[in-house]
């Protein structure tokens, strides 16, 4: 990988075996519709995996999965918009897997959101010069275009290029899926009109109707069973640049694809689109001295935006993990949105708010879960696809034991209080009142409900425990030898519950009074309600170990130890549940984590924060047992997830800044220096890559809402620096500067109004105009 320019990231060869980590990487979209950067002339096998998607766009469908029947809502890859080759007089048509390659370049310009291939290459005898460049418009929802060029070196002759849409496609990006079925649509109709050509299809099981659309100026075309094909002749010149442009487009839902047949040539659409970009870099403002920091830190912002941005915000779409990029997990949605919504929070609050309310449509799914899993309120699934109900597979393949395992992981209940957690930091961010009486104040409401109803008192000392659950840790499942899954009292997730009935007890207080009226005689909730949940929020139970460290879950300290012969040498390197289940063992039985798990707690909160939410529980812990606890977990987590060095970076930000800061840089890299290059040609990592963000604006800059305003506490290493972020907060910009030691916080001067600021030094307020310096 080359960076030779701030905003620009290339490869210098050609690597057929990194082909599809580079086309997820250098993928294309506008938050509507995501390309994988495959190369025109490619088609899909063991190199290239030319995937389309539409966000939200799931097909559902049984399957027959070890004996029994599942139901699977999947993201759809749609008919291909991209095949574009050429051949020279009757000759073969060109693939670059069979030409001499002479020299060789592919790159994103983030900035302009265009990307290139540039190449010199031989084929079949003749030298020639191929160019592509390719775009997905940032400025009108499903268009895209795609060039290539070709000049001839040395020879001339006909040259015929051939276009098409390929319907025939099916999901096969992910190994890990083939005994589903990979077929997602219905079989296309496939049809031209003059330079234009359409394939219509339908999403399975929703019968969403699809269209993709192309166009090619001059080309005569023709329908070939679910395919179109355009053919165009010309008369190469040596040296004289042939150019061709294909205009696209992806639609769902819409009768006919119009927007093509109105839309602008190809320059005046790629002109559109570099400036549809401009305004969106404006509103980034994250800028570092060191382009090694400034460049992933882009490429994340970029990827971000590329799977939600203004142009989604009409659609009705969560935030997907991996991106709307590839298969992996099928599109869902988990609670990797925690991580990605400080970033769009704190510059594109509109946004943010299209998003949570993905959420909000799916509160009555949400109690419907809760009723009938036998709670009250609203019980969040832990992957959500498009109706809101559980899609968590039952079953996950093992692909080092070639056995179905059972998955548990819908028992990651703590995504209920993700979502209040964002539907809370969303108020505190933008103090938009009017959506958290309209709709926040509702899913916060109900998920406490949820969670107090989930705790059991016990008998025996009053307090009340949460079981049946699992963490962020997906290796523990259950008990060693256990019957039933679940364990009990996991601190990641009573914790978050404890704060979520903490917001629950406040929320009605930040609405106006009728509001909070209606919406309690809405939810029959009553006094004797809210007072159970200020009882509960000060009786959960957590676990700790005898030296005063929070353990994961009761019992975490009496699993075996893991150590470096647990495994057979052969499983060296591979994932640990599936290797120690091939193995006839199981992770549940040893103290090691795939992720951070308890540690996200410190992630999320400020040390203050968790160390008052635990008090509140009666316990004592303080910065020495948070400290320890960091470190205990450290020395037993193999960050087998992509969140999980993320998450530690900011749990360590206040703890063990060196620390932080390395793996801060590691999480940097999450997919451009991937050691995981089948996970990433599956899809990007987005709450990764949205964590990084996160740590960067509210860990490292310190930059926390609060109720009354602003608390500042920078953190921020000195490696980084010098840099600044931009950001809003409550309709008011705002400028963080990093400078070695200090960072210096400037309230515009277009602001209209001052801000309460709490710092390390005190409180005050800042006027528009004015800065404020805080040690780091
Ligand atoms: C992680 C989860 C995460 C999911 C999607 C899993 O590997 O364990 O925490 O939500 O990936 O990114």
């Known amino acids: 990988m080359t960076d030779d320019a701030p905003w620009k990231i290339g490869f210098d060869t050609y690597d057929p075996q990194a082909e599809q980590q580079r086309e997820v990487l250098f993928a294309l979209g506008n938050g509507v519709v995501v390309l994988r950067n495959a190369a025109p002339w490619s088609r899909a096998g063991a190199h290239h995996y030319p995937g389309t998607y539409l966000a939200g766009a799931y097909a559902r469908f049984r399957a027959r999965i070890n004996g029994e029947t599942v ?135 929703t019968g969403t109707k699809v269209v993709v659309a192309q166009s090619l100026a001059g080309a005569h075309g023709d329908a070939n069973g679910w395919s179109v094909e355009h053919r165009l002749c010309r008369d190469a010149e040596s040296g004289v640049a042939i150019d061709l442009c294909k205009r696209i487009e992806v639609t769902a839902g819409a009768a006919e694809p119009a927007r093509l047949r109105s839309a602008p040539d190809f320059a005046t659409l790629e002109r559109e689109h570099r400036a549809a970009w401009r305004t969106l870099w404006d509103g980034v403002g994250i800028e570092a001295d060191d382009p090694d920091i400034a460049r992933p830190l882009r490429f994340h912002a970029f990827h971000l935006l590329q799977s939600v941005s203004p142009l989604s915000g009409a659609l009705d779409s969560g935030i997907p993990a991996r991106g709307w990029h590839g298969e992996g997990y099928r599109g869902h949605i988990f609670w990797d949105e925690i991580f990605v919504f400080p970033f769009l929070l704190a510059r594109f609050p509109d946004l943010a708010r299209s998003k949570l309310l993905y959420r909000w449509r799916r509160l009555t799914a949400a109690r419907e879960a809760a009723r009938a899993s036998g709670h009250r309120g609203a019980m969040y699934p832990w992957r959500s696809a498009s109706r809101g109900d559980e899609v968590t597979p039952r079953w996950q393949w093992n692909m080092l034991s070639h056995h179905w395992m059972r998955d548990h992981t819908q028992r990651a209940r703590h995504i209920g209080s993700a979502v209040v957690y964002n539907f809370w930091h969303y108020y505190l961010m933008t103090g938009d009142t009017e959506f958290l009486a309209s709709h926040g104040a509702e899913v916060i409401l109900e998920v406490a409900r949820f969670w107090a109803s989930k705790a059991e008192r016990s008998a025996e000392d009053g307090r009340y425990d949460i079981r049946g659950v699992i963490g962020p840790d997906e290796f523990h499942d259950r008990y060693p030898g256990a019957r039933s899954p679940g364990l009990e009292n996991n601190a990641y997730t009573n914790l978050t519950a404890v704060w979520t009935l903490c917001r629950a007890l406040e929320v009605l207080d930040h609405v106006p009074a009728t509001a909070a009226a209606a919406l309690r005689e809405k939810l029959r909730l009553g006094d004797d309600e809210l007072a159970l949940w200020d009882r509960i929020s000060r009786r959960v139970r957590l676990a700790f170990h005898g030296d005063g460290i929070l353990s994961q879950f009761e019992g975490f300290e009496r699993l075996e130890p893991f150590r470096s012969d647990t495994l057979p040498p052969r499983y060296e390197g591979q994932r640990l549940d599936w290797a120690l289940e091939a193995s006839g063992q199981s992770a549940n039985a040893y103290q090691i984590t795939k992720q951070a ?88 990592h987005l709450g990764a890559m949205g964590g990084t963000l996160d740590v960067l604006q509210r860990r490292y800059f310190g930059i926390y809402p609060v109720v009354d305003g602003l608390r500042f506490a920078p953190s921020l290493p000195d490696g980084l620096c010098p840099m600044r972020i931009r950001f809003e907060l409550r309709g008011l910009t705002f400028t963080a500067e990093g400078r070695e030691g200090r960072v210096t916080l400037t309230s515009h001067a277009s602001n209209l109004r001052p801000l309460a600021i709490t710092h390390p030094g005190g409180e005050c307020t800042l006027k528009p105009g004015e800065s404020l310096g805080a040690e780091n």
């Open 597 to 684: 798990d308890t540690l996200t707690l410190f992630h999320l909160f400020r040390r203050e924060e968790i160390c008052a939410l635990i008090a509140r529980l009666g316990y004592s812990f303080d910065g020495d047992a948070l400290k320890r606890t960091c470190h205990y977990y450290f020395d037993r987590t193999t960050h087998r997830s992509s969140l999980s060095r993320v998450v530690y970076a900011g749990a360590l930000a206040e703890v063990d800044r060196d620390a932080s800061l390395d793996l801060f840089r590691e999480a940097l890299t999450t997919d451009l220096a991937s050691k995981k290059p089948q996970s990433v040609a599956e899809g990007v």
């Open 71 to 205: 139901e699977v809502e999947s993201l759809a890859n749609l008919p291909n918009p991209l095949p574009l080759t050429f051949r020279i007089g009757d000759g073969a048509w060109f693939t670059l897997d069979a030409a001499e390659i002479i020299d060789y370049r592919h790159e994103l310009d983030m900035h302009d959101g265009v990307a290139r291939r540039e190449l010199t290459c031989r084929w079949e005898g003749r030298r020639l010069r191929l160019s592509v460049h390719q775009f997905v418009s940032m400025a009108r929802c499903g268009l895209a275009g795609l060039r290539v060029r070709l000049v001839p070196l040395g020879w001339s002759g006909r040259v015929e290029f051939r276009a098409m849409i390929d319907g025939g496609v099916e999901n096969r990006n992910v190994a890990r899926y083939e005994p589903y079925p990979a077929r997602h649509l219905a079989p296309p109709d496939a049809f031209v009109e003059g330079d234009a050509g359409y394939v219509h299809t339908r999403l399975l099981g």
